[in-house]
Nanobody, 122 residues
Framework: VQLQASGGGLVQAGGSLRLSCAAS????????MGWYRQAPGKQRGFVAR???????IYADSVKGRFTISRDNAKNTVYLQMNSLKSEDTAVYYC?????????????????WGQGTLVTVSS
């Protein structure tokens, strides 16, 4: 398994969770890392991304509430989720992304983790 996500669970609205994704060293060192989510009946969508240099970008729906970070020593990316809402309920997937062509802002996902379920009760 090259991407292993964990940390999902059941939480009340307004609560917090932290997701983790452990990656192989090869994947982690050369790829930007992202989190995506898929709610029931909906398509998978972008949540957040952190580049190898530490720059971050977020979906508008999670800005100010979620924080993505990476620990290069542990080959792990995290998603700290605060002030959770019922609409955050989804399966969360970590991913290894790469910008191609370089400098275009177009990203492709090269590897997917297996997903971890986050359920927010209202």
């Amino acid at each position: 398994v090259q991407l292993q996500a964990s940390g999902g669970g059941l939480v009340q609205a307004g609560g917090s969770l932290r997701l983790s994704c452990a990656a192989s060293r090869t994947i982690f060192s050369i790829n930007d890392m992202g989190w995506y989510r898929q709610a029931p009946g909906k398509q998978r969508g972008f949540v957040a991304r952190i580049t190898t240099g530490g720059s971050t970008i977020y979906a508008d729906s999670v800005k100010g509430r979620f924080t993505i970070s990476r620990d290069n020593a542990k080959n792990t990316v995290y998603l700290q989720m605060n002030s959770l809402k019922s609409e955050d309920t989804a399966v969360y997937y970590c991913a290894a992304d790469r910008e191609w062509p370089p400098g275009t802002g177009v990203y492709y996902t090269h590897y997917w983790g297996q997903g971890t379920l986050v359920t927010v009760s209202s």
